[in-house]
């Protein structure tokens, strides 16, 4: 049997998809030509024996396997998913990015540098070889620029790119909109918009 184990084994594997399984398959087959040793009547056919066992043994665990799809009246959905709709999420980062990429170059580099890369103020200085407090001041008035952008207000919340209306939960009837842009990056490491 061990000469010829390989070769059972490559006929398990071919009953089933799971390598795993083929071996369990083998092994019980096994079990069963060795249960049977004193009836089998020519030892030189014993490979056949084996492989009817095989075959045997793989249609007997088909049927009894467990069936966990039934008929019904009514198809069964799927609860609607209650997290934000990736597609819209996408949009605002698309708009973020666009927004960012309308600041100046030495305000961008920082934004990037702090929010998207997600560098500390003190290392986002040294890597631009400025002062923290150069960083901290120009950021924040990036920060500004980001949350008064009528473009970026108007792609997120679809509102009025021209910023003459108001934009919903602003509170204002007339007037130029703001956008609330968080102080610190998303989990992505982007710029979030509220």
């Not at 008035?141 to 108007?154: C, G, I």
Request: net charge negative; glycine share 8%; charged share 30%.
């Amino acid at each position: 049997m061990r000469a010829r184990g390989p070769v059972l084994l490559r006929t398990a594997r071919s009953l089933t998809a799971n390598p795993c399984d083929a071996e369990d398959l083998l092994q019980t087959a096994l079990t069963k030509t060795y249960l049977a040793w004193e009836r089998i009547e020519d030892h030189r056919a014993l490979d056949g024996y084996v492989r009817r066992a095989l075959l045997n043994t793989r249609t007997s665990q088909w049927r009894k396997r467990r069936v966990d799809e039934f008929a019904c009246d009514e198809l069964p959905e799927p609860a609607p998913d209650e997290g934000p709709d990736p597609a819209e999420a996408q949009a605002v980062r698309d708009a973020m990015w666009k927004a960012v990429l309308r600041l100046p170059a030495r305000q961008r580099a920082m934004v990037v540098l702090r929010y998207y890369e997600d560098l500390s103020e003190v290392r986002t200085a040294e890597v631009l070889g400025v002062s923290v407090g150069t960083v901290k001041s120009a950021v924040s008035r990036a920060l500004v620029k980001l949350r008064e952008d009528p473009q970026l207000a108007a792609d997120v919340l679809g509102g009025p790119g021209d910023g003459d209306a108001p934009l919903p939960g602003d509170g204002t009837a007339s007037g130029a909109g703001t956008l609330a842009v968080a102080g610190t990056a998303g989990r992505d490491g982007e710029l979030a918009a509220a």
